[in-house]
Structure formats: C-alpha cells, structure tokens
C-alpha cells in the first residue's frame, strides 16, 4: 500500500510540474504566509496567469486553477500542491521550446517565494474565496486622474514581473524594456487597455483613470 501511494504521488508531482524541471525541499504545513503571499502573486505573477482568487487574468503563463483543479479533485494534497508551486518558481523555464515567453527566474526568493506558492496552494482550483480587484468604472470611485497613482498601479498590476522600468525599480524579461521604447501617454494608455501580441488586455481589470495614470507614469519616465 505505502509503496503505492508513493507512485501515485510521484506520478502526481508529475503530472502537476506544468512546465518545469525540479520542485525544492518539501515544504511544511504552514510555511509561507498567505496574505503576503496574495499580495505578491498579484505584483509579481498575475500578469502572466489566471487565478480566480487573485483575479488575475494574464494568458502568457499557464492558467493556474485549469492546472490544480482535477489534481486536488483526485486528492492531492495542499502541502503537496505547494511544493511543486515553490518547484516551479525555483526552477522556471526561462527558454521554453515552443518560442513563447518563458518565466523570469528570482521573480520572488527565499520566505517570498514560499508565501507565493503557500497562497496559490490554498486557492488554485478552489471556487473563488477572496475578492478579486474591481474593474472599469467600478475601480475609480469618480477619482479624477491626478488622483490615481501610476506608479501604485504599475506595481499592483504586476507590470514589474514582465517588464524593466528603471523609475519602478522593475527587471522584468519577458516584455520589452519600457526604458527603451519610449512611448507616449496615449500609445501606452492604447496598449495596456488593448493589449499587443504576448501582452494582455488590462482593459477590463483596470479603471480609464488607472490606465490612463500608469501610462502617464511610464511615458514620464521612461529612460530615467
């Protein structure tokens, strides 16, 4: 019986690895914080996957509640399904074959990295247990645009994790340098609500007034 389990677990571990190559030592139950965990996830990775929870909707990486959902089904467990999370942030595939963009490596280290893969562990999968971010015109509350921060929503939106920007002190690889392309505030506000190519739409997650800030932000500072 043991020796069973351990194949059907090891067969799951594999099953779940979406892409990566090696998961990192065994995490414990508890490890990692979950709230902070949240907060990170949204920054630095929900602008490449989808999770409910966070409502986050990126489509470059793969949808995160798609890849958990029939593995918690068929029983594995929480501290198992965090493990292989914190695997694949360890181990990413920067190159991936297929020519799309790869994940970034050191997007989050040490105790944030268990905290990320602690809350994606908790809801990946899971009907929705937080509120995810309101959008359109909802998010603004009639704020004029001088009220919004851009360099706040830069950071909320998670537009560090994929790309460089000196002013936001972001190292993002995925995208392109924001440094260098210099846009203006209305080729930026077009983009980000529209998307371009791997880039997705950020049109219905952020209000006219945040887009419009953030692209304000970045074309002000652009080369910084």
């Known amino acids: 019986m043991a020796r069973a389990l351990l194949g059907a677990c090891a067969v799951g571990l594999a099953a779940l690895a979406l892409s ?3 998961t990192t030592g065994l995490s414990q139950a508890g490890s990692g914080d979950v709230v902070t965990g949240k907060e990170l996830y949204i920054e630095r990775c929900g602008s490449c996957h989808v999770l409910a929870d966070a409502g986050t909707r990126g489509v470059i990486g793969p949808n995160l509640d798609d890849a958990f959902r029939q593995s918690r089904a068929d029983g594995l467990g929480e501290t198992t399904i965090q493990t292989v999370v914190r695997g694949q942030i360890a ?3 920067v190159n991936p074959p297929t020519g799309v963009p790869g994940m970034p490596a ?3 280290t040490g105790e944030d990295a268990h905290s990320v893969a602690a809350y994606v562990a908790s809801v990946a999968g899971l009907p ?4 995810p971010p309101a959008s359109g015109g909802e998010a ?4 004029e645009p001088g009220d919004v921060d851009g360099a706040e929503v830069f950071a909320q939106a998670g537009c560090g994790g994929c790309h460089s920007f000196e002013a936001a002190g972001a190292a993002g690889a995925i995208g392109p340098s924001l440094d260098d392309a ?3 505030a209305d080729e930026a506000s ?4 529209s998307g371009r190519g791997a880039m997705p739409a950020f049109g219905d997650q952020l209000s006219d007034e945040q887009i419009a800030a953030v692209a304000e932000y970045v074309s002000q500072n652009a080369g910084g």
């Open 20 to 22: 990566g190559c090696g």
């Open 140 to 143: 603004s509350g009639g704020s």
């Open 106 to 108: 050191d997007l989050v």
């Open 190 to 193: 077009q983009v980000i609500k």
């Open 182 to 184: 210099r846009t203006t």
């Open 91 to 93: 181990y990413p595939v």
């Open 128 to 131: 929705t247990q937080g509120q």
